[in-house]
């Protein structure tokens, strides 16, 4: 995992993507981050970018991100190819602050953020049912959908690695009309 956070943190790891992260501090104290890129869509990964993902999690964690952004094209039939996307890797919230809606005001936040630095989307993966309460709680749609069954099975430990959700959900938000 830390090579995708890495990616999400410092300028000029991959060719092509940017780190677009966010925190929110409360009383000096970190509460809550968004680790995300942004970069031209949809994202062609070269095999020495893949190689230092190592790890069974990072692996099927990536490959899940990766399959999802190609959901996505294919549902766009190909009219958001060469939009500035935003997505977000990575979300949380300190555990003690939950269900106090920091996230669902910290989620809006970086979604305008991401619009104001000159995006024209940003992509939303909700791996389980909190996020994808969260997602529909501010008001994004659902865009595409795996299904965890079908994934794991060319992934099969992944079933053991996962929330035990039954779908993992996209969420995208267009600030640029197709």
Not at 2 to 24: M, R
Not at 92 to 118: D, H, Y
Not at 122 to 144: C, D, H, R, V, W
Request: proline residues 4%; aromatic residues 12%.
């Amino acid at each position: 995992m830390e090579y995708i956070v890495t990616n999400c943190i410092v300028h000029g790891v991959l060719d092509e993507i940017q780190p677009h992260s966010f925190g929110l501090l409360l009383d000096n104290e970190l509460v809550a981050v968004m680790l995300g890129t942004k970069e031209k869509f949809p994202k062609i990964w070269k095999p020495n970018e893949l190689q230092p993902i190592q790890g069974q999690t990072a692996v099927n964690y990536f490959s899940l991100m990766a399959d999802m952004q190609i959901g996505a094209m294919s549902k766009s039939q190909g009219r958001m190819k060469g939009y500035q996307l935003v997505t977000c890797r990575v979300m949380c919230v300190k555990s003690a602050l939950r269900k106090k809606g920091i996230a669902s005001t910290f989620l809006s936040t970086c979604i305008s953020n991401s619009q104001k630095e000159g995006a024209e989307a940003f992509f939303f993966t909700a791996p389980n049912k909190a996020s994808q309460k969260l997602a529909t709680k501010i008001g994004l749609k659902e865009y595409n959908y795996i299904k965890y069954e079908a994934y794991s099975k060319d992934y099969p430990l992944y079933k053991k690695l996962e929330d035990k959700e039954e779908i993992c959900k996209g969420y995208l938000a267009l600030f640029k009309p197709f």
